[in-house]
């Protein structure tokens, strides 16, 4: 499972939101948590999906991707764990597909025993052959996330002022 989060020490208005945050009540909070995630999960899921290029991608890095809302609240990618028909999960395979492989070429060599003859032999296998070229910066959830970071903060900053302005009013009248 691939998770990340805007630092909240980035920002002196998303750290001021974040304080704020902590000082509303349990209903005000959780009425911005819902608008959270529904107003930024089709746009998370949208740029993840665009951003995979390969079909394995889609099928590891697409799974599970989703807006966690908190405080703050963290972008989540590949949280899947219903088994792939390797028998893999996205959730165990989700840092190699993103990351890659350091050494494509590595071999691993085992005994197994031969089927139709007794006795053992060794199989050498490229383990890690089918995963991409190795990448500091990620090739999916994380330039997904660099766009949707600046985007994200803002969103979140304006939900709760807008909630927090409608609970005011709210007990203002009534």
Known sequence: M???APSVESLREFKAVS????LMGKELRADINKATR???NPVWRS???AKAREETDVKILVPGTRIAAGNPPQAIAASSSRRLSGGGTPKELARAREFGAVNRQAEKTYTRRNRKRPGTHNVTRHTQRQLPAATRSG????PAFAELAPRMVSLWVQIVVRKSHE???RGGRG
Do not use: G, N, P, S
């Open 139 to 142: 090739r999916v959830v994380y």
């Open 2 to 4: 691939v998770r990340v």
């Open 167 to 169: 609970a005011f009013e």
């Open 19 to 22: 304080l704020a945050l902590r």
């Open 47 to 49: 740029l993840v999906a």
């Open 38 to 40: 529904d107003t930024m």
